[in-house]
């Protein structure tokens, strides 16, 4: 059992370029998240969906979209990098009671 | 819209003493989460709690929850080494995305 998996593990981009973080998971939940860690800090969370094809913004939106065709992917795209999204990214699952997380993205804009 | 504090934010203590973290939100939330997580890991569930007056224990971590205080703890019985991680609780609505909180550091020191 995958649970959730999140590609790729790390990543270095230039400032501008572009790339998508994948997030899957095999446990059929309707509710998938993406948030981002900062060093020392919590979870901030970025986008969700409750379902294929429904979105929605969280905190921390900007510089982000997502898409949710599939019940089991939830890609999230960052369009032209920049340093300030320098982070840990961490996908999520739900059935609405308990997360389950996938084992995060560390992501480097130089 | 829901904020949740942690405190403290960093604890440092010697094995063989009690602690308690304190988790303090500001609006109704239905349930509340606390959750592990290592140094470059991701988040490990320890507990979830779903109404007043509950309380779960494992080991030596023990959770508790006040709703109308608007309060949850996690109190550390007897530290062990082992028990050095970040600690985070996170609340939110049924079905909704959960609001973490910005974690507590935790050092044990032999």
């Known amino acids: 059992n995958a649970g959730v998996t999140q590609t790729p593990k790390f990543r270095i981009l230039k400032i501008g370029q572009s790339m998508t973080l994948q997030c899957t998971q095999d446990?059929?939940?309707?509710?998938m998240y993406w948030y981002r860690q900062d060093p020392g800090m919590g979870l901030k969370l970025i986008y969700y969906s409750v379902g294929a094809g429904i979105t929605d913004k969280g905190e921390v939106p900007n510089g982000y979209n997502v898409s949710r065709s599939t019940t089991e992917d939830f890609p999230l795209r960052l369009e032209l990098a920049a340093p300030s999204q320098t982070s840990v990214y961490f996908c999520?699952?739900?059935?609405?009671?308990?997360?389950?997380f996938g084992s995060g993205t560390r992501l480097t804009v130089v | 819209e829901l904020k949740v504090e942690q405190n403290p934010l960093f604890l440092s203590m010697q094995e063989g003493k009690n602690y308690t973290i304190y988790c303090n939100y500001s609006t109704t939330s239905d349930r509340l989460y606390w959750y592990r997580q290592d140094p470059g890991k991701s988040l490990e569930s320890l507990f979830v709690?779903?109404?007043?007056?509950a309380v779960k224990q494992e080991g030596r971590l023990m959770a508790s929850l006040d709703t109308k205080a608007r309060l949850s703890t996690l109190h550390i019985t007897a530290a062990v080494h082992d028990l050095s991680a970040t600690y985070f609780c996170a609340g939110g609505p049924t079905n909704e995305k959960l609001t973490f909180g910005t974690g507590t550091r935790l050092t044990i020191i032999p």
């Open positions: 999520a699952s739900s059935m609405g009671y308990g997360y389950t």
């Open positions: 709690l779903l109404s007043n007056g």
């Open positions: 446990m059929n939940h309707n509710y």
